[in-house]
């Protein structure tokens, strides 16, 4: 009996190990793809996960923490949540900088980023949304489908 309690426990743990995720999502391989998660992980209200995707300096972070302290009613929460992300144009600049026009499904207020290459890296300088130039923002009539 405690032979089979034993092995038991020990397909149980195996079956634990082979079924258990990594934790630490793989890292976005394109300018797009870390834009988009992170806008989908800020949509979902995982702001720690958004960070991961951030250019790590004080201005960005201080911006993150301004956002996380906004209180959503609930049904703000679960319509960003939900939200899907349009992307409307994305702007190649150079080798190592990309901005992207992009709205979600729930407000549909047409914003940008900017992803910067650092260290052969995709990050979002989050600091680009407060502080772009309004005429960085094409007509809506210009979006590409």
Not at 41 to 66: F, W
Not at 110 to 139: C, I, P
């Amino acid at each position: 009996m405690k032979k089979i309690l034993t092995i038991s426990s020990f397909l149980l743990f195996c079956l634990y190990a082979c079924t258990n995720e990594d934790k630490n999502p793989a890292e976005p391989e394109s300018d797009v793809n870390v834009v988009t998660n992170f806008i989908q992980s800020a949509l979902y209200g995982d702001y720690e996960k958004a960070r991961t995707y951030m250019v790590p300096d004080s201005i960005n972070q201080e911006r993150m923490n301004m956002i996380e302290r906004v209180n959503l009613l609930p049904d703000e929460k679960k319509g960003l949540a939900t939200a899907s992300i349009n992307i409307h144009n994305v702007s190649r600049l150079n080798d190592s900088t990309t901005v992207v026009i992009y709205s979600n499904s729930f407000k549909n207020n047409w914003d940008t980023l900017k992803a910067v290459r650092q260290k052969g890296q995709w990050l979002v300088d989050f600091n680009y949304l407060f502080d772009h130039e309004s005429d960085t923002l094409m007509n809506k009539k210009d979006s590409i489908q």
